[in-house]
């Protein structure tokens, strides 16, 4: 027998295909060991704030699952408790922050929420940022003193961006894959009847995961990403931030990019194909020139918004430029972003038994494993494997590792052999 009666799921971050089939699977296979289980609506929102003098709602706040309420959830589209960015902590920059009362106070806010519930574990679904606050959740606990009551924290690992640590792939990302795909197989059709180009940025904003994906199962013709930004594709550049400091970063070297470009193109153009789709990932943003990035939005800290910046439209623009000079003739150049339409598309059926099986995970690891602080992952067969937070998040920055494709593996390999022969 189970000393965990009822185990609250939350779902935090961006959204990604298969989240219900992880949800259902984890209430699901909780149900049959005769767990309660709850899911809290809209991630941490409703936590964040809590007040003990305004207790939480069913049905407002929270919801009760049943087995009745799982019927054919598993592979429906969206995410059947909502999501939200709400991170209660944010403010916790290390392990002397958790001896902070005032910068722990979000996190013991969720905490009262949950044990105001009757919350006995914790199942946290979503991105690199969700782990890092499942980590500090549990690390709070481990602050209080021994008489306060514990609950077991487990975390489930979504990105369509696949750039997680300690986990081969990610549900959602090849549902996401292929809609971006079926894009990009559109967009050339487009492109071949009016013999144009596309520049399509997909999202990806420390990893190209997701770019590299959709352009191999589109049919692309040349695809980049942040790992590209190497040998004479890169430079640094000095600039002057908005407190007067000055800070050199690394930048894309803009002439090689385009002449790499250019060359596709042209040998392209030598097999009678005056068409094409070029991917590249939105984080390529962060490494435009500052020049290029006159006007565009951001933050109150100075750092810029990505998903603002538009970098398929800015690529486009000069490499339109690069080809008139290269070649003396123009070639209509469309740059165009991709990506929020995938993020809730019905779900492959890889997506919907990777998903199961991870969700599963938190049945296994809380009940079966009595497990406290691990991560599941799924490999190979759909074997699973329970990763403790210590081999995922930095100890002393408590960030989690993000997961670049290997410039020399395989996969990276295989869609530079896809790509037209430069000369």
């Not at 549902?175 to 596309?198: K, M, P, T």
């Not at 050199?248 to 060359?263: E, F, G, N, W, Y």
């Not at 929020?340 to 199961?356: H, I, K």
């Not at 067969?381 to 020399?408: A, G, H, N, W, Y």
Request: net charge neutral; charged share 25%; hydrophobic share 40%.
């Amino acid at each position: 027998m189970s000393s965990i009666k009822r185990v609250a799921i939350l779902f935090s971050g961006g959204p990604a295909p298969a989240a219900n089939a992880v949800i259902s699977s984890a209430a699901f296979s909780l149900l049959q060991a005769g767990v309660e289980v709850i899911g809290i609506k809209h991630g941490y929102s409703h936590l964040i704030d809590f007040d003990p003098a305004k207790p939480l709602v069913e049905g407002k706040h929270y919801l009760r699952f049943t087995l009745e309420s799982l019927e054919f959830m598993r592979t429906e589209p969206g995410i059947r408790i909502g999501t939200a960015r709400a991170n209660p902590g944010k403010v916790v920059k290390g392990p002397a922050d958790l001896k902070d009362a005032e910068k722990t106070a979000p996190l013991g806010r969720c905490y009262q929420a949950l044990k105001s519930l009757g919350v006995d574990a914790l199942v946290s679904i979503g991105g690199d940022d969700t782990l890092k606050t499942a980590n500090k959740m549990k690390l709070y606990q481990e602050t209080l003193p021994p008489s306060e009551k514990r609950m077991p924290v487990i975390h489930l690992p979504k990105t369509i961006d696949n750039d997680y640590s300690g986990i081969d792939f990610t549900f959602g990302y090849f549902s996401s894959a292929e809609v971006l795909a079926n894009e990009i197989r559109n967009l050339n059709r487009d492109a071949a009847a009016g013999q144009a180009y596309f520049v399509a940025e997909a999202m990806g904003r420390s990893a190209g995961w997701l770019a590299y994906g959709a352009a191999i199962a589109g049919d692309a013709c040349m695809v980049l990403s942040v790992e590209d930004v190497v040998g004479d594709m890169e430079t640094t550049e000095t600039v002057e931030n908005r407190d007067g400091t000055r800070e050199t970063r690394k930048i894309m070297q803009m002439d090689a990019v385009l002449a790499k470009m250019v060359s596709m193109m042209i040998a392209r153009e030598k097999l009678g194909r005056n068409y094409g789709v070029l991917v590249i990932a939105e984080g390529l943003a962060e490494f435009l020139p500052e020049s290029y990035l006159q006007g565009i939005p951001r933050d109150e800290f100075g750092h810029l918004a990505v998903a603002n910046a538009d970098v398929g439209k800015i690529v486009a623009k000069h490499l339109a430029a690069a080809y008139k000079k290269a070649t003396g003739k123009t070639r209509k150049i469309n740059g165009l972003q991709m990506g929020y339409e995938s993020r809730c598309c019905v779900p492959t059926a890889f997506d919907v038994m990777l998903g199961s099986q991870i969700g599963i995970g938190a049945y296994r690891a809380l009940i079966e494993e009595k497990l406290n602080g691990v991560m599941i992952s799924v490999g190979g067969q759909f074997d699973m494997s329970f990763v403790p937070f210590e081999q995922l998040v930095d100890p002393v920055t408590l960030v989690t590792r993000v997961r670049f494709i290997d410039r020399k593996s395989d996969f990276h390999r295989m869609a530079r052999l896809l790509e037209q022969k430069i000369d």
